[in-house]
C-alpha cells in the first residue's frame, strides 16, 4: 500500500458515508435537524456570554466606583 492511498481510502469511504446519510433525509427533514443544531448553538453562546457578563459584573461589585 502506498502512502497515499492510506489516507485516501479512509477519506473516500468517510465521504461516501456522509453522502449516503445526506440522500436518506429528505429537504423538510434536514431543515428540523439544522434548525435544532442552530437553536442548540444559540443557546450556548448566549448561555457562555451571559455566565461571562455575570461573573465580570461579580467581580467588579466589590470595587468603590466613583
Known sequence: MRMHEKYSSPFSYALG???TAA????????AVLIGIVCTVATFLVNW??????FKLREA????DTK
Do not use: P
Not at 48 to 53: D, F, G, L, V
Not at 60 to 63: A, F, I, L, P, T
Open 17 to 19: 458515508v456522509i453522502t
Open 23 to 30: 440522500g436518506a433525509l429528505s429537504l423538510d427533514q434536514w
Open 48 to 53: 457562555y456570554y451571559k455566565r461571562k457578563e
Open 60 to 63: 467588579n461589585s466589590g470595587k
